[in-house]
Every structure is written in C-alpha cells, then in structure tokens.
T-cell receptor
C-alpha cells in the first residue's frame, strides 16, 4: 500500500539553525500538508500546498517557515532559524485530488531544538 | 472556527468488551469527520470517515462510528476490543463552509488501553 514517507525520523538541531524536513507524498497525490504536534498538545495545521503554491496557512506558519516541492516527488518544510518552541513532531500528509477527502499521513519527524 | 473535543485522555477496556471513544465537534458549516489511529513510532493511520449519508459508518479493523448531528458527536465504537487495538486515537473535522479551507482540525487524542 502506498505510504507517505518522512525523513529523518528524528532531527536534533541548535537554536538558530536552519532545518529542512523532507516528505515524499503518495505518488499520484496533488494536495500536500504539514501539521505539527508539540508534546502533549493537539495536532495543529501548518500549511497546505497545491499546484506549486501555498493554498492555506495557519498563524503558526510565519516568515520563519517555508515549503517547497523542488521536484516531482519531494515536499519539504524549512524552518529558517529554529527556536526552542519549534520542538515538536512534524507530520506530512497528502490527498489525492479535490474529490478525495482522506489525508494520508507520514510517520512524522521529531524535531528537537536545543 | 472549528474545534474538536475528546473528553477522555485514556479509555481502559477489557479484551472482548465493547469500547467507545468519544468525540464532539464544532463547525460553522457541514462537517466532514474522521478517525485516525496512531501506533507507536507510526504515522496517523486513517480508520474511517463520515461525509454524508448513513449516520453509522464502518471502517477498518471492525471499528465504526456514529454521526449525531443534534449532539455534534462522532463517537468511535467497536463491539469487541482486542489487545492489538491499544493505541492513540484522534478525531478530526473538516469544516465545509465557504472559506473554511481544507485543513483538518484534530482533537487532543485518546489513549485506548485494552487489557487481556
């Protein structure tokens, strides 16, 4: 069964450093998402991406965040200058098309900012 | 704004007994409702959804959920729990009103513990 894959599974970084979290969505999917879950809190929406542009973003997704689909398979989330409060589990998800309702999630990347 | 509440942090049930994991929601328009399950070190795995039609929806692994519009609830149920059902369960909603977007809003999760 096709899966959303995320790498790395765990990323440790120093405060102020840039990190890139990588995702490979399901191959025929068109809509892509990033969510995060701070330890002990809810899963929160960050951003959605369609047709090579951001379609929605939450208040969390400020200028420190960016997303990119650099080729036909990868979907990345970049945090330019990490803060301690960026420590969380980051989930990537994809959805097949506008008529499909299910978002399929990856296993997540745990980001630890020290 | 849309929101989801899962009032129980943890539900304990004996194997073979029925289980219920509760979820209530708040949206402006009509809801699309989802249940996801998370096993250790795994992603959020889709279980079932309600979009329209029958209020009782059936999903993977024998789970089902009942949409109740008047109570704004979408409780997850299973007639006979298995130890392997032990996991973290998330309820999510998508608000289909105009300008609501297509993101999911999640509840806080409920840990289901099934004991032999």
């Amino acid at each position: 069964e096709p899966e959303v894959t995320q790498t790395p599974s765990h990323q440790v970084t120093q405060m102020g450093q840039e990190v890139i979290l990588r995702c490979v969505p399901i191959s025929n999917h068109l809509y892509f998402y990033w969510y995060r879950q701070i330890l002990g809190q809810k899963v929160e929406f960050l951003v959605s991406f369609y047709n090579n542009e951001i379609s929605e973003k939450s208040e969390i997704f400020d200028d420190q965040f960016s997303v990119e689909r650099p080729d036909g398979s990868n979907f990345t989330l970049k945090i330019r200058s990490t803060k301690l409060e960026d420590s969380a589990m980051y989930f990537c998800a994809s959805r097949r098309d506008a008529g499909a309702n299910i978002q399929y999630f990856g296993a997540g990347t745990r980001l630890s900012v020290l | 704004a849309q929101s989801v509440a899962q009032p129980e942090d943890q539900v304990n049930v004996a194997e073979g007994n029925p289980l219920t994991v509760k979820c209530t929601y708040s949206v402006s328009g009509n809801p699309y409702l989802f249940w996801y399950v998370q096993y250790p070190n795994r992603g959020l795995q889709f279980l079932l959804k309600y979009i329209t039609g029958d209020n009782l929806v059936k999903g993977s692994y024998g789970f089902e959920a009942e949409f109740n519009k008047s109570q704004t609830s979408f409780h997850l149920k299973k007639p006979s729990a298995l130890v392997s059902d032990s996991a973290l369960y998330f309820c999510a909603v998508r608000d289909t009103s105009n300008n609501a977007g297509n993101m999911l809003t999640f509840g806080g999760g409920t840990r289901l513990m099934v004991k032999p």
